[in-house]
């Protein structure tokens, strides 16, 4: 900064100076938020997964029999299940697919993420008796249109 007489600021330089650096940051970080907004609307999403995740456990659990078609476990829901929901899907083998809407981006809207419930040797469950040892969530072998980079961490196949 420099004086002349009694006057004060900053000069051209500094200020060309001081915007050039808020614009590489803004260049750096915009990007990165982006992708965390959509992390937290998938949040949601996952958590639109709990109530037929936790039926479809119970039955396997039990040794219950699964149902002969598919969205008859009960906890379907055919349109606008929630703000970033649009319906919720199953089939007979427990498999449970979320359809996505109000993003506002064709990325997102009318896309989908499953979730599939396995055995202890990594398949698919085909039958009852037999309980859920894990969930495989944001498989694109089953099914999954979002990205890995949108999914939580969790939720990566």
Known sequence: MRRYGTQRGFTIVEI??????????????IPTIKVNAV??????????????KAMISE?????????????????????????YVDAIKTTSEGK????????????????????TPLDNTGNIISGGG?????????????????APQYLPSTCRG
């Open 96 to 115: 449970i697919t979320v359809v996505l809407h109000g993003f506002n981006d064709g990325r997102f809207d009318t896309m989908q993420i499953t979730l």
């Open 59 to 83: 039955v396997y659990l039990t040794g219950g029999d699964p149902p002969d078609s598919d969205n008859t476990w009960g906890c379907e829901v055919a349109a606008n299940a929630s703000t």
């Open 39 to 52: 992390r937290a609307k998938m949040a949601e999403v996952i958590l639109a997964f709990s109530p037929c």
């Open 16 to 29: 060309m100076s001081v915007v050039a650096i808020m614009g590489v940051l803004a260049i750096l970080v």
């Open 130 to 146: 037999i309980p859920v040892a894990r969930w495989r969530c944001g498989s694109p072998a089953d099914s999954t249109d979002v």
